[in-house]
T-cell receptor, first 112, second 114 residues
């Protein structure tokens, strides 16, 4: 599943720098949020998720921050690597195990 | 273990023809989802199956689209009388009903209607 988009927001970062990808969600009733990474020609791959009872969650090199007050989600990638180049999607759902509502995606390009 | 698989990986069809896209979810996953990813768009929900419950078809764009899930496992998405605007990547995902809400995606089927 290649993700392409003429109007896809793009973020370019130097290798080794930290990346921050932002996402605004629309449904104040959403209680589950997830970030996916999609490389060219592949389906979305899980990165990290967070439930609404938390405002921060950390994984390996990644951190997700949730601000329910302003309905904002961010993904932070530490020490960005060339392999991190991909399109990143945030998604939300209500009460889990329901269809995800996806954002448009952000294309991350890592400059070596 | 095996992930979600989809077939075919690519499908080119003429306008007006019917197509069938197949999804094999992860064994034991009770929930199965179909999404569509069009050029310049994010992923768009189409239909959702959960166990033996009636599927949620609220995302299907027209009555030319239908899907079934046999034996609670394999699913087929059928598009009748295809139109050029149906060209997209069709993605299938599956998840457990309880516990993790993570949806595991297949590689997708790229459909091109000429």
């Amino acid at each position: 599943g290649e993700s392409v988009g003429l109007h896809l927001p793009t973020l370019s970062v130097q290798e080794g720098d930290n990346s921050i990808i932002n996402c605004a969600y629309s449904n104040s009733a959403s209680d589950y949020f997830i970030w996916y990474k999609q490389e060219s020609g592949k389906g979305p791959q899980f990165i990290i998720d967070i439930r609404s009872n938390m405002d921060k969650r950390q994984g390996q090199r990644v951190t997700v921050l949730l601000n329910k007050t302003v309905k904002h989600l961010s993904l932070q990638i530490a020490a960005t690597q060339p392999g991190d180049s991909a399109v990143y999607f945030c998604a939300e759902s209500h009460s889990g195990n329901t269809p995800l509502v996806f954002g448009k995606g952000t294309r991350l390009s890592v400059i070596a | 273990g095996a992930g979600v698989s989809q077939s075919p990986s690519n499908k080119v069809t003429e306008k007006g023809k019917d197509v069938e896209l197949r999804c094999d979810p992860i064994s034991g996953h009770t929930a199965l989802y179909w999404y569509r990813q069009s050029l310049g768009q994010g992923l768009e929900f189409l239909i959702y199956f959960q166990g033996n419950s009636a599927p949620d078809k609220s995302g299907l764009p027209s009555d030319r689209f239908s899907a079934e899930r046999t034996g609670g496992s394999v699913s087929t998405l059928t598009i009748q009388r295809t139109q050029q605007e149906d060209s997209a990547v069709y993605l299938c995902a599956s998840s457990f009903w309880t516990g993790s809400y993570e949806q595991y995606f297949g590689p997708g089927t790229r459909l091109t209607v000429t």
